[in-house]
C-alpha cells in the first residue's frame, strides 16, 4: 500500500517561514490527499485535490497537482510551531477505495 | 465525516499473548481499513474489513496472526495475536468516506509495545 515518495524526508525552519514538501506517485489517480500526523497519533485528513484539480487552498495551505509529472506539493505559509509534525500524501485510485502512502516528510518548526 | 473512537490508546504486552484492538464509528460506514505503522515509517495496511465478508488480508499479513472482526457496520476488532517484539507498532483504524470527494478518518492509534 506504499509507492509513493516524499521529500524532503525531514526538514526544519523557523516559525514563520514557509515549508515546502513534495510527493511523488506512480500510477494513475482519482485524487491525492495530505494528511497530518502528531507524534504517531492518528492522522488527520488536510486537503484532497482531484485529478482534474491544478491547485487548491484551504487557510494556510496550498496544494499543487501535476498530473503529467505524477507529483505534487503542499505548501505551509507563515508557520507556527503547532505545524510540527509529520505529513503523509496518500492517492486514491479509480479502481478501489485503498489508500497507497508516501514516505512522509517530518517538519519541524523552531520557535 | 464520521469520529472513531479507538481503543485501547497504548498497551505493554508479554510474548505470545494476543490483544484485541477496537473501533468504534459514530455513523455506519461499509469500507474499514486496518493499518501498521512501525516507528518512524509510514502506514503498511494489513487488511481491508467489509461488513458481512472475509477481511482481504495484504500480502505479508494472515488471518491467523491478525484476526479482524466486522460484525455490523459501526464497528471492526483487531486481534495481533501470539505477539513478539517484533509486533511493536502503531496500529491504526481508519474508514473510507462516502464519497470520493473527502479524505479518510483514522482513529487515534494503539501504540503497543511486547516485552
Not at chain 2, 58 to 69: A, H, N, T, Y
Not at chain 2, 70 to 75: A, E, K, Q, S, Y
Request: proline share 4%.
Amino acid at each position: 500500500s506504499q509507492q509513493g515518495e516524499e521529500d524532503p524526508q525531514a526538514l526544519s525552519i523557523q516559525e514563520g517561514e514557509n515549508a515546502t514538501m513534495n510527493c511523488s506517485y506512480k500510477t494513475s489517480i482519482n485524487n491525492l490527499q495530505w494528511y497530518r500526523q502528531n507524534s504517531g497519533r492518528g492522522l488527520v485528513h488536510l486537503i484532497l485535490i482531484r485529478s482534474n484539480e491544478r491547485e487548491k487552498h484551504s487557510g494556510r495551505l496550498r496544494v499543487t497537482l501535476d498530473t503529467s509529472k505524477k507529483s505534487s506539493s503542499l505548501l505551509i505559509t507563515a508557520s507556527r510551531a503547532a505545524d510540527t509534525a509529520s505529513y503523509f500524501c496518500a492517492t486514491v485510485s479509480d479502481s478501489n477505495y485503498q489508500l497507497i502512502w508516501g514516505a512522509g516528510t517530518k517538519l519541524i518548526i523552531k520557535p | 465525516s464520521a469520529v472513531i473512537s479507538q481503543k485501547p490508546s497504548r498497551d505493554i504486552c508479554q510474548r505470545g499473548t494476543s490483544l484485541t484492538i477496537q473501533c468504534q464509528v459514530d455513523s455506519q460506514v461499509t469500507m474499514m481499513f486496518w493499518y501498521r505503522q512501525q516507528p518512524g515509517q509510514s502506514l503498511t495496511l494489513i487488511a481491508t474489513a467489509n461488513q458481512g465478508s472475509e477481511a482481504t488480508y495484504e500480502s505479508g499479513f494472515v488471518i491467523d496472526k491478525f484476526p479482524i472482526s466486522r460484525p455490523n457496520l459501526t464497528f471492526s476488532t483487531l486481534t495481533v495475536s501470539n505477539m513478539s517484539p517484533e509486533d511493536s507498532s502503531i496500529y491504526l483504524c481508519s474508514v473510507a468516506p462516502g464519497t470520493s470527494n473527502y479524505g479518510y478518518t483514522f482513529g487515534s492509534g494503539t501504540r503497543l509495545t511486547v516485552v
